[in-house]
């Protein structure tokens, strides 16, 4: 690997890539538009929010295109290539369908819809288009996640045996924090549907596929002020942590522990995978350093030890943001990956993760294991 895999690639004379962004919350703030505007071949040409004022300031304060505050008067308007989705998880299925209906390519964020229908429903409907998709899986593009990868793919595991994940967050772990659709499980909220994309898609990219499920979603936290230092509370209705044990189709075992109510954690994320050749763990929090760690089949040290990053591999955490919305910008141009890079998840990859998912929410229902295949049915 080298320093320019991840850069976004200039079109030269080529006309430019026309994008529109619908929702300004803070990753879109901190990541997603300051990475389109930061690719060369990308036209920024419009963004959307439910708030007038504050949409308009956003446009003008990043010189993010045209401000809206509707969404399919911006589609008229802009004639874009492409849209970005990145609004509450309840309206990414109309938000997608109407694109995918008006042919465009889609960059979707994580889940792809708040349940196993609306995702398929948006998979075929994309294919159906023939558009080009992508998830915003974004740990594929971070340091330590790619350093793991590329040590797997150098044979520093071999055959799986079994495999930990843990993601841990305190961001839900105070109760007079007012209620919001990420505690509403109908509007798509919840540990499992929050983190567990990312942590599926990261099983999924590292080990394979995952073949059966069996797990338990808990609620701590089960009412919560509608406005900060009101006296009206809501039910929440969505998880706060889940525990799963998984089955991977190549004979692997594993658990996912996902918890959003840890004190103390901010972005907590830890795995471990042991193989027939070695065993590699990565563990990272906000604001601490990530560690990737390697012990060798045969190690007596009683220890993996660290293994530092490759030259080149390292992405800088000012350069991520073009580095990361570059490679998804790729995909939905339908230009191949750089060399030494795999090829970008699109919807299929997001319907792959939901379905999982949705194997633990039925699992977590019935007590029982549920098997995945092309549905899912009882184990």
Same mark, same amino acid.
């Given at each position: 690997?080298?320093? /320019?895999?991840? /850069?976004?690639?200039?079109? &030269?004379?080529?006309?430019?890539?026309?994008?529109?962004?619908?929702?300004?919350?803070?990753?879109?703030?901190?990541?997603?538009?300051?990475?389109?505007?930061?690719?060369?071949?990308?036209?920024?040409?419009?963004?959307?929010?439910?708030?007038?004022?504050?949409?308009?300031?956003?446009? $003008? /304060?990043?010189?993010?295109?045209? $401000?809206?505050?509707?969404? *399919?008067?911006?589609?008229?308007?802009?004639?874009?290539?492409?849209?970005?989705? $990145?609004?509450?998880?309840?309206?990414?299925?109309?938000?997608?369908?109407?694109?995918?209906?008006?042919?465009?390519?889609?960059?979707? =964020?994580?889940?792809?819809?708040?349940?196993?229908?609306?995702?398929?429903?948006?998979?075929?409907?994309?294919?159906?288009?023939?558009?080009?998709?992508?998830?915003?899986?974004?740990?594929?593009?971070?340091?330590?996640? /790619?350093?793991?990868?590329?040590?797997?793919?150098?044979?520093?595991?071999? @055959?799986? %045996? @079994?495999?930990?994940?843990?993601?841990?967050? +305190?961001?839900?772990?105070?109760?007079?924090?007012?209620?919001?659709? %990420?505690?509403?499980?109908? %509007?798509?909220?919840?540990?499992?549907?929050?983190?567990?994309?990312?942590?599926?898609? +990261?099983?999924?990219?590292?080990?394979?596929?995952?073949?059966? #499920?069996?797990?338990?979603?808990?609620?701590?936290?089960?009412?919560?002020?509608?406005?900060?230092?009101?006296?009206?509370? +809501?039910?929440?209705?969505?998880?706060?942590?889940?525990?799963?044990?998984?089955?991977?189709?190549?004979?692997?075992?594993?658990?996912?522990?996902?918890?959003?109510?840890?004190?103390?954690?901010?972005?907590?994320?830890?795995?471990?995978?042991?193989?027939?050749? &070695?065993?590699?763990?990565?563990?990272?929090?906000? !604001? =601490?350093?990530?560690?990737? %760690?390697?012990?060798? *089949?045969?190690?007596?040290?009683?220890?993996?030890?660290? #293994?530092?990053?490759?030259? !080149?591999?390292? #992405?800088?955490?000012?350069?991520?943001? $073009?580095?990361?919305?570059?490679?998804?910008?790729?995909?939905?141009?339908?230009?191949?990956?750089?060399? &030494?890079?795999?090829?970008?998840?699109?919807?299929?990859?997001?319907?792959?993760?939901?379905?999982?998912?949705?194997?633990? =929410?039925?699992?977590?229902?019935?007590?029982?294991?549920?098997?995945?295949?092309?549905?899912?049915? *009882?184990?």
């Amino acid at each position: 690997m080298n320093d /320019r895999q991840l /850069r976004p690639d200039a079109e &030269g004379d080529a006309p430019p890539f026309r994008v529109v962004v619908a929702g300004i919350g803070s990753f879109t703030q901190r990541v997603l538009l300051p990475g389109l505007l930061a690719t060369p071949s990308v036209e920024v040409a419009g963004i959307f929010g439910r708030t007038r004022e504050r949409v308009r300031d956003t446009a $003008a /304060r990043l010189g993010a295109g045209a $401000a809206f505050d509707d969404y *399919a008067a911006m589609l008229d308007a802009t004639r874009p290539d492409a849209v970005v989705i $990145a609004t509450p998880n309840d309206v990414h299925a109309p938000m997608v369908l109407e694109a995918v209906g008006r042919g465009l390519h889609v960059l979707c =964020e994580k889940p792809l819809g708040t349940n196993l229908a609306e995702a398929e429903a948006m998979d075929r409907a994309a294919r159906g288009a023939g558009v080009r998709t992508a998830m915003n899986f974004t740990y594929r593009s971070t340091t330590p996640f /790619r350093h793991a990868w590329a040590l797997i793919k150098a044979g520093a595991v071999g @055959h799986v %045996r @079994h495999v930990t994940v843990t993601f841990h967050q +305190a961001v839900r772990a105070d109760p007079a924090a007012p209620i919001s659709f %990420r505690n509403l499980r109908e %509007r798509g909220g919840g540990a499992l549907l929050d983190v567990g994309p990312h942590m599926v898609d +990261a099983l999924r990219w590292l080990v394979g596929e995952v073949d059966a #499920v069996v797990g338990a979603t808990q609620t701590c936290i089960t009412t919560r002020e509608v406005v900060a230092g009101g006296e009206a509370h +809501a039910r929440v209705t969505a998880d706060d942590v889940a525990s799963v044990v998984v089955r991977m189709r190549g004979g692997a075992t594993g658990t996912m522990q996902l918890s959003q109510v840890t004190h103390g954690r901010h972005g907590y994320r830890r795995l471990e995978i042991a193989g027939d050749a &070695g065993t590699l763990s990565l563990e990272e929090d906000r !604001g =601490e350093p990530a560690v990737v %760690r390697h012990a060798p *089949a045969g190690s007596t040290a009683g220890r993996l030890d660290p #293994v530092p990053v490759p030259a !080149g591999l390292d #992405v800088p955490f000012e350069e991520f943001p $073009a580095r990361h919305v570059g490679r998804m910008i790729r995909a939905l141009r339908g230009k191949a990956p750089a060399p &030494g890079e795999d090829q970008w998840p699109g919807f299929a990859d997001g319907l792959a993760a939901q379905r999982v998912l949705d194997g633990v =929410e039925r699992s977590a229902a019935t007590g029982q294991w549920v098997t995945l295949g092309d549905g899912i049915r *009882a184990g």
